[in-house]
C-alpha cells in the first residue's frame, strides 16, 4: 500500500492532465484569491474551477502547508512541543492515532496547533488534545449519535464525543470504528 506521500504525489503528476494545469499554477490561483480557510479554498477550486473534491483537497493542504512554513513554528515543531516534558510517554498514542487515520483516505488533512492536532477532510472529525500527563483526549465528532461507555460526551465545543486514551493500545477496533464514523460524515 503506498503511504500518503506517494499517494500526493502521484495526484500532483496526474494533475496537468486531471485538472488542466500543475500544482504551481494552481497555488497561484489560490494565492490570487486571498483564501487563507482550507474549506474556503477547496470550495472556490471544486466551484469556480470544476476540481474534484480529492484534487482540491491536496492544492489547498499544499497551499496552506506552503504559507504555515513562512511561520515561526512548524507542523513538527507545534507536535513535538505538545509531547514534550512530562507530555512526552504519550507520542505513542498520537503516533497509533495519526497512522490509523492516514489509512482512511488520501484526503485527511493533520493540522496541529498550539495544543491540539485537528484532523479533517472538508471538516474536522477528530481532535487530538495531549490532556494531562497521563491521558490524551481523542475528540470525535459523530453526530446524532448517543454516548455509551468510552465514548464520553465532550465538553468540547469543537467535538460531540471524546474518548480518553492512556495508552496505544486502546486505540482498538471500537475506537477505530467510531473514527471511521466520523471520518465518513466529515
Same mark, same amino acid.
Given at each position: 500500500?503506498?503511504?500518503?506521500?506517494?499517494?500526493?504525489?502521484? /495526484?500532483?503528476?496526474? /494533475?496537468?492532465?486531471?485538472?488542466?494545469?500543475?500544482?504551481?499554477?494552481?497555488?497561484?490561483?489560490?494565492?490570487?484569491?486571498?483564501?487563507?480557510?482550507?474549506?474556503?479554498?477547496?470550495?472556490?477550486?471544486?466551484?469556480?474551477?470544476?476540481?474534484?473534491?480529492?484534487?482540491?483537497?491536496?492544492?489547498?493542504?499544499?497551499?496552506?502547508?506552503?504559507?504555515?512554513?513562512?511561520?515561526?513554528?512548524?507542523?513538527?515543531?507545534?507536535?513535538?512541543?505538545?509531547?514534550?516534558?512530562?507530555?512526552?510517554?504519550?507520542?505513542?498514542?498520537?503516533?497509533?492515532?495519526?497512522?490509523?487515520?492516514?489509512?482512511?483516505?488520501?484526503?485527511?488533512?493533520?493540522?496541529?496547533?498550539?495544543?491540539?492536532?485537528?484532523?479533517?477532510?472538508?471538516?474536522?472529525?477528530?481532535?487530538?488534545?495531549?490532556?494531562?500527563?497521563?491521558?490524551?483526549?481523542?475528540?470525535?465528532?459523530?453526530?446524532?449519535?448517543?454516548?455509551?461507555?468510552?465514548?464520553?460526551?465532550?465538553?468540547?465545543?469543537?467535538?460531540?464525543?471524546?474518548?480518553?486514551?492512556?495508552?496505544?493500545?486502546?486505540?482498538?477496533?471500537?475506537?477505530?470504528?467510531?473514527?471511521?464514523?466520523?471520518?465518513?460524515?466529515?
Amino acid at each position: 500500500m503506498a503511504t500518503p506521500e506517494e499517494m500526493a504525489a502521484t /495526484m500532483i503528476a496526474n /494533475m496537468p492532465e486531471k485538472t488542466g494545469k500543475p500544482m504551481g499554477d494552481w497555488l497561484k490561483i489560490v494565492s490570487a484569491s486571498g483564501l487563507e480557510k482550507h474549506g474556503a479554498i477547496v470550495k472556490l477550486l471544486k466551484t469556480d474551477h470544476g476540481m474534484t473534491h480529492g484534487f482540491a483537497n491536496l492544492v489547498a493542504h499544499t497551499a496552506l502547508k506552503s504559507a504555515a512554513s513562512t511561520t515561526d513554528e512548524s507542523s513538527d515543531d507545534l507536535v513535538a512541543a505538545q509531547y514534550s516534558g512530562a507530555k512526552a510517554d504519550l507520542k505513542p498514542i498520537y503516533d497509533a492515532v495519526i497512522a490509523y487515520v492516514q489509512t482512511l483516505g488520501g484526503d485527511v488533512e493533520i493540522a496541529p496547533k498550539k495544543a491540539s492536532v485537528s484532523l479533517r477532510r472538508s471538516k474536522q472529525f477528530a481532535l487530538v488534545t495531549p490532556a494531562t500527563k497521563t491521558r490524551v483526549d481523542l475528540g470525535i465528532n459523530i453526530k446524532g449519535k448517543a454516548p455509551e461507555g468510552r465514548l464520553e460526551a465532550s465538553k468540547n465545543a469543537m467535538c460531540t464525543h471524546v474518548v480518553k486514551l492512556t495508552a496505544a493500545g486502546e486505540l482498538d477496533d471500537e475506537v477505530k470504528g467510531w473514527l471511521k464514523e466520523a471520518y465518513s460524515a466529515a
